[in-house]
């Protein structure tokens, strides 16, 4: 009987742990090993994939190739947007390999930001190139160009061209047909010759699709420009610049035939069969096997999917949105202190922490944002958040200077790790992983501040003024400097820094009443540009806040919005504020609305709280106990069932695993 109880307890141990996984804190997988040409590389594997063993070049360093790492951020939505794009380009330089490859990293989760911070990534995404050979402590490049699928391809061709890799890609500087034969290696006995105007990509396509792909050994591809009128001249008599782009077949035995590709639609895909057949040809001379070569793709610009994804800003033509789902699960009456922990927690781990140095600009924002959040914070979240931010505040008053190691040592010290402290999304949990979460969290936590700086009494409180745009102590001021600064997705910093620019233009004071309201509405116009868009959370609709649902008093009569977000909706800012001041009071008002059950736990302890005070657990929590529980007696009853029929067997325990890592530098 000790055994089949022994083996129901297992088995409930294990199935309560599945039931008890925390999907919502396991982003949606922008990349995963199914996608053809890109590697994914993580703090386990960056080193020992980019960097290899090269005894003839010393230390560790890169291979003989171009590895272009795009750096990412899950919760982004400019990065949702950017990640078909950028499979699209691993498609269409899969022939490169042997020159280029592509590669991506998650710095939305926490273990990866030791790589993300060392190389100063703050904004995403980023892309970055590490040339052949290059060390681990040596040069990177960052790219710098539009978040086009074109404008990075062409940005890739360009960057080999400036460091002149791969040889084949050159263009020659021979005057004369002889002195380009100087240039191939002796046991080639065949040469293609591509000749492109100087502003053409073409020649630079052909070459890195083909490179890679020639079998024979006796067959090299080069190309020159139509500016290299001495070699051309050389070649033909007549005048090549009007009729460029061309090639040639050349043999050292002064056989010259031009290739023709006329009257074929897709010309680099044309001189690409054309070089390969050739290839053909020798390796069938010289018996080789057949070849199987990579697979060819060719950029296809779609002006609908290539139209440029920086400027997000501009308005797409969506259809209305008719007989919409409402938002699933039970509409939440106030915020909730788990989004507001979750979001400063993420905030220290992930976005803080990817800065190497933190000074100038960067250091006055954090420090006067922090300095406003541990004002306003005090009866909202846990003491064991409140405090380090109030230590953190002290600290950083002090610095001229300062790094995210020192940040988080401070944290430390007074019992708060922002790498190991679980984040919970609650309100901002997402009907599906990777939507809502962390850009969720950062508007309440904005929401908060602004409601909080209302209520605060200024002559008691002078750190927070009732001038919300005040330079040193307005609580929007402090809010557009953390975006500007910190806020890692580019595109939807740009798109806020935009309305606050707006905003600051038309004037220098603004009550922190109309702060809220300010803010309030800027979110809802974030909504509606987004409404539609595929990083929403279909679950979750973004609809006009609140909804007819949350506060019917806040519409004026014949406002509704929701079905077709379309409506121009009427309302009544003075019952919006009510609102927004009851929503957003989190923990002032004889309760707090804490759903996660570790948070909640501290903040009873914390705040000397009673259980009653504070929100029970979710229905998720009790069903899964309820089902643990029916689980367990089920297994004790078939056990006893059938005790008398089993067989006694020992029973050999022998787990066993390991897995090397690779020290991160």
């Not at 005057?175 to 191939?184: F, G, H, M, P, R």
């Not at 004002?375 to 790094?403: C, D, G, H, W, Y």
């Not at 940040?407 to 309100?427: E, M, Q, R, Y």
């Not at 750190?463 to 307005?474: C, E, I, K, Q, Y």
Request: with cysteine; aromatic share 10%.
């Amino acid at each position: 009987m000790a055994t089949v109880s022994a083996w129901c307890c297992i088995i409930v141990f294990f199935l309560f742990a599945a039931l008890n996984v925390d999907c919502d804190n396991a982003p949606l997988e922008l990349y995963n090993s199914s996608d053809v040409g890109i590697s994914i590389l993580t703090v386990d594997n960056f080193n020992s994939t980019i960097f290899k063993l090269r005894p003839e070049h010393g230390p560790l360093s890169t291979e003989n190739l171009i590895w272009f790492v795009q750096f990412y951020n899950t919760w982004c939505g400019h990065c949702q947007h950017f990640a078909p794009h950028w499979k699209s380009l691993a498609n269409s330089t899969l022939a490169w390999s042997k020159s280029l490859r592509l590669a991506v990293v998650d710095c939305s989760k926490k273990e990866n930001s030791p790589v993300c911070g060392y190389f100063s990534v703050s904004s995403y995404p980023s892309m970055k190139f590490f040339p052949p050979g290059m060390t681990v402590t040596g040069n990177w490049t960052d790219y710098v160009g539009p978040h086009t699928e074109t404008g990075v391809f062409h940005g890739i061709l360009d960057f080999m061209d400036k460091i002149k890799f791969p040889v084949e890609l050159v263009s020659v500087p021979a005057k004369s047909v002889e002195e380009l034969w100087t240039t191939v290696p002796a046991d080639v006995g065949n040469l293609v010759l591509l000749v492109e105007t100087p502003d053409s990509k073409l020649g630079r396509e052909v070459v890195l699709s083909v490179v890679g792909n020639i079998y024979s050994a006796g067959l090299t591809v080069r190309r020159a420009t139509t500016m290299n009128t001495a070699l051309l001249e050389s070649l033909v008599s007549e005048n090549v610049t009007d009729v460029a782009p061309r090639a040639w077949s050349l043999s050292r035995n002064s056989r010259m035939t031009r290739i023709d590709v006329s009257g074929k639609e897709n010309l680099p895909l044309a001189f690409v069969d054309a070089i390969l057949a050739l290839d053909d040809k020798l390796v069938t001379d010289k018996n080789l096997p057949t070849p199987i070569r990579k697979a060819i793709g060719y950029l296809k610009p779609d002006p609908a999917s290539d139209s440029n994804l920086s400027n997000e800003n501009d308005v797409k033509k969506k259809k209305p949105a008719k007989n919409l789902r409402k938002p699933t699960g039970d509409v939440p009456t106030a915020a909730d202190v788990s989004d507001l922990v979750s979001s400063i927690v993420y905030m220290f781990s992930t976005e803080i922490s990817t800065h190497k140095a933190i000074d100038g600009a960067d250091l006055s924002a954090l420090q006067n944002f922090i300095q406003i959040l541990s004002e306003l914070m005090v009866q909202t979240i846990p003491q064991q958040t409140l405090l380090p931010l109030q230590n953190l505040a002290v600290f950083l008053r002090k610095q001229t200077s300062t790094t995210p190691l020192k940040i988080k040592g401070v944290l430390n010290a007074a019992g708060f790790d922002p790498d190991t402290f679980p984040t919970h999304w609650v309100g901002c949990k997402g009907s599906v992983p990777g939507r809502r979460g962390y850009p969720c969290s950062l508007w309440q936590l904005f929401h908060t501040m602004t409601v909080l700086a209302l209520e605060t009494d200024a002559s008691q409180n002078p750190r927070v003024s009732p001038n919300a745009l005040d330079p040193h102590t307005g609580v929007l001021t402090a809010i557009f400097h953390y975006v500007k600064n910190f806020f890692s997705c580019q595109e939807c910093s740009a798109n806020f820094m935009r309305d606050a620019t707006d905003l600051k233009a038309q004037t220098a004071t603004l009550s922190n009443r109309d702060a809220v309201l300010w803010l309030w509405r800027m979110h809802n116009s974030v909504n509606r540009r987004l409404a539609g868009d595929i990083t929403e959370d279909q679950g979750h609709p973004k609809i006009a806040f609140p909804s007819a649902e949350n506060c019917p008093q806040c519409r004026l009569r014949g406002s509704s919005g929701e079905e077709t977000r379309e409506e121009v909706i009427h309302w009544k800012d003075s019952e919006v504020l009510e609102f927004l001041k009851r929503y957003y009071t989190v923990g002032k008002s004889g309760g707090l609305n804490v759903r996660n059950a570790q948070h909640r736990e501290l903040a009873m302890r914390e705040h000397g709280v009673s259980s009653a005070a504070v929100s029970g657990p979710d229905a998720w929590t009790t069903a899964k106990w309820y089902v643990a529980g029916l689980v367990f007696l089920a297994g004790v009853v078939a056990g006893w069932r059938q005790f008398h029929s089993w067989r006694r067997r020992p029973i050999k325990w022998n787990f066993s695993y390991s897995r090397a890592r690779v020290k991160w530098m």
